[in-house]
């Protein structure tokens, strides 16, 4: 039998790797947003000054916020063992194209918004099997890149429906290791993929939702725990509807929801006219280090955070296909 | 999915096949039920079943390799009545979900959205009849005119893309932005500035139709059919 693997999704990591840096970088709307004192650079304007293209914006911020990360720590790149990384565009371009400025193996993830917690997840299992000291883990997504790509060019005159999110614009990226001062993550709960045929691109949230109640419900149950014994259970980005579907989910299975709430909604202000709240790789990639300070203030002990990924291909979608839902959480504790 | 221990250790070797298509004809009989009934079953239940389907799925599908002839075809009928029982079950899943979360969606506001697409598609209207009547007063016959309206607010709708105005319009007024010929020159105006950026054969020639294009090639294909309509009724 596996012995790190606890129940049937579960991963114990017995060496609790640490996020011991991290940086962030967002655009301009989510700079104005309530958590704008957290950020470590703010863009003056989506696209940024000098660039040709908000692809290109993206890739930089992606690249700028793994540059802060590691010189936080006193890193160069080169000291990475690996780097794991991924956004929302077509092939995942604004993760390679950052790669090739590292200078270190690197994988591409793709989960959609549940990038970040992948990246997470599978950095803590190279550092648990010895295989490295120091993982850097980025995720990245602008709001006008994803939606010329998954919607509508962004100029065009189009009424947005309320249960539809923003896309962030933001990059965070994380450097985690095998030991070290930081917040320790010792568990993780890999997610199944959960359809419930919601087709509208629309209405992200309640597509995500039943992957987000399978993972946190196989989570629970694997580690024996309640909600109850977590100072906060946090979602990725299932803004207002997707939350309020996922505690109604929760509540049927008789778990108290009470310390239950997502990013899509801290990193916005309700004034900012975003409906549905925030979404995006870069939603819970910028809310993390709020979150970590947090910890690091001993605000919070243990917080289970939840990346939950919308897997939308317009194509697929308009071929009249669903989207597919999948969330992943890790347990981040600070002792 | 969780696979059947005993099973799959028996289909290591694929050589013998430990499954018949009665069994197979069974169980699908025996699903049957618990698929009319999907809204009683609790979760535990649930993942059994697509287990189940799934398990089935790929047994018969490796028969179907392995088989020949009129066997194969058969294997073949098979499969597919599992993939339409995995239909179903995703089918019926969804519809129960919708019932689920249509209360929670919050509610358009209708008559808001209403009131501000009369008042805006009646303010440009009105803008166009003012323009209108400018060209009419100035000697120009009633043709004419209604050519140059027209131009004149095409370069509107295309300037106030341009300027960033018309989307932020086009989020409050809705079709009262999106249905006068202003709404028609933002649709072609926005993909114009957004895929310049990939240059102007791929990028702008490429996609300028992007979004009008629909209403170019249907808008098109109704007038030749009105156009026959009245050829003939005349």
Known sequence: ?335 | MVPDKEKSNEEASYGVPPVTMDEIKGKLESRKNGLENLAILDAYTKSQLTADMQNDHQKVLMREVKAEGKEKEQWLALRLKIEQQQQHYQTEETILYQKKTKPLAPKQTVIKNVFLAFVVGGAICTVGQIILNTFLANGLLEKEAGAATSAVLVFLGALFTGLGIYDELGKHAGAGSIVPITGFANSIASPALEFKREGFIYGVGARLFTVAGPVIVYGTFVSIIVGLIYFFVK
């Open chain 1, 1 to 335: 039998m596996a012995q790190n693997k606890i129940g049937k999704q579960t991963l114990q990591l017995s060496s609790s790797p640490v996020l011991t840096s991290w940086g962030s970088v967002v655009g301009p709307k989510e700079g104005k947003g309530p958590l704008h004192d957290y950020f470590d650079y703010i863009l003056k304007d989506n696209l940024d000054k000098g660039d040709k293209s908000w692809e290109n914006t993206e890739q930089k911020i992606m690249q700028h916020s793994m540059e802060l990360a590691l010189e936080k720590e006193g890193m160069v790149s080169a000291s990475l063992d690996y780097f794991l990384g991924g956004d929302l565009l077509n092939q995942i371009t604004c993760a390679n194209l950052t790669a090739r400025f590292l200078g270190v193996p690197f994988l591409g993830i793709y989960g959609a918004c549940s990038t970040l917690v992948e990246g997470l997840c599978l950095g803590s299992m190279f550092l648990d099997g010895g295989y490295a000291d120091n993982v850097g883990v980025s995720a990245s997504s602008h709001h006008d890149t994803a939606e010329r790509q998954l919607r509508f060019p962004t100029e065009q005159g189009i009424q947005r429906p309320m249960t539809s999110q923003w896309t962030v614009t933001g990059a965070g990226s994380f450097i985690l290791k095998r030991s070290g001062k930081g917040i320790s993550i010792p568990q993780a709960t890999l997610g199944k993929i959960k359809d419930l045929g919601v087709a509208n691109s629309n209405d992200m949230g309640t597509a995500m939702a039943p992957a987000a109640h399978d993972t946190i419900k196989n989570h629970l149950q694997d580690l024996g725990r309640k909600t109850e014994d977590y100072d906060l259970i946090i979602t990725g980005d299932l803004g207002m509807l997707g939350l309020n579907v996922l505690k109604t989910l929760l509540v049927e299975d008789g778990y108290s929801i009470d310390n239950i709430y997502d990013c899509g909604l801290l990193i916005f202000d309700p004034g900012q006219d975003t409906h549905s709240g925030g979404s995006g790789c870069g939603c819970s990639a910028v809310v993390l280090p709020y979150l970590l300070q947090q910890l690091w203030e001993k605000k919070y002990q243990r917080i289970f955070l939840v990346g939950t990924g919308a897997l939308l291909s317009p194509t697929t979608a308009f071929q009249g296909e669903s989207i597919p839902g999948i969330a992943h959480g890790v347990v981040l504790e600070n002792h």
